[in-house]
């Protein structure tokens, strides 16, 4: 299947992709309202709940804002570069999960996302009143998977 056939096919079928599809499909968290489908060999992620997408698509937005200086983003383009993309929703979540529960230490895998920002909605009284300094740090500090080293051919 050729890409634009593919992104067709997938634009089609996922009608609430999950903000966090990255995150999911890199095995860094789970959500209890993700559900995984497969399209000719690739794999996507769907939100079962509109309004859990809503509140994902909100807190994405916001990091994505609050960390523009530290990823160094200056233009408001919709797409970033998978690992600027992966450090805001692994590196968010993992500063949210530590904001909720300071005295716990840091999971491998963030169990339920959208269990984490419904505690922080609730928790903050709404996603715009989270620590963002606090969850920043994260960000910056989250260091994705390193490239494997080039081969000789």
Known sequence: MDNEAFRKTYRDVNELFCVFEKSVLTN???CSKAQRFCIAEREGVRCKSEV????CLE????????????????DNASTLPHGKAIR??????????SALNPDLPLPAVIEDVYATVEAARKGFDGLD????PEIIKHIAAYQGRKRAPQ???
Do not use: E, K
Not at 52 to 55: F, G, H, K, L, P
């Open 28 to 30: 860094q968290c789970n």
């Open 88 to 97: 805001i929703q692994v590196g968010g979540l993992r500063g949210l999960y």
């Open 129 to 132: 009143r989270l620590p963002f």
């Open 52 to 55: 859990a997408r809503q509140q």
């Open 151 to 153: 081969r000789d051919r």
């Open 59 to 74: 807190l994405l937005d916001l990091l994505r804002h609050q960390s523009r200086f530290t990823l160094r983003i200056t």
